[in-house]
C-alpha cells in the first residue's frame, strides 16, 4: 500500500466518527496553514496532519513501515459539562480504530491508537482543550531491489 492509501483509509475512519456524532468535523490539515486559523464552526474537530515514516527490516525481502498520523482534536471547553464527556469522546476515537486493525486493509503490519493527556488553552477568545490521538499504521513493503 502506499502512504496516499493509508491516509485515506484513516480520513475514512475520521468521516465515520463525524456520521456518528463522536466528531462534528474532520479535515485533513494544509502543513502550509495554521489548522486554528480554518473556521470550522463545530466542536470537537478533527485535523489529520501529515505523517512521519519510519521503515525497519522484517526479513531480506520485506520491510515494516510504519506511518504515524498526529489528529489534533479539539474541543470547546463550554461544550462539556464533565471530565467523563471528555473521556468518552476520545475513548470512542480510539475505539475506532482499535475495531479497524488493518484499516480496512491497508494496514496489513496492525494499527495502534494512542492518546495524548488533554491539554487546555484559549485561541480567538474561546477557551479550547487539545487532545492528540497519535495513530501508528504499518505496513508490510515487498522489496524490489530496482
Partial sequence: ???????????????????????AGATITDIKKNPLSSDFG????AFLMPPAIESSALDNRTNLRTYTFSIMVLYN???????SQLETSIEAILNAFDNDPTLNGTGMGG????????????????DLIMVEIVIKARDIISLSFA
Avoid: C, I, W
Fill in 77 to 83: 471547553a463550554e461544550n462539556l459539562t464533565t471530565t
Fill in 111 to 126: 494499527v495502534e491508537p494512542v492518546s495524548s493527556s488533554p491539554e487546555p488553552f484559549q485561541h480567538g477568545g474561546k
Fill in 42 to 45: 463545530a466542536y470537537p474537530h
Fill in 1 to 23: 500500500m502506499s502512504l496516499a492509501t493509508v491516509k485515506g483509509a484513516v480520513k475514512t475512519r475520521l468521516d465515520a466518527l463525524v456520521t456518528a456524532g463522536t466528531l
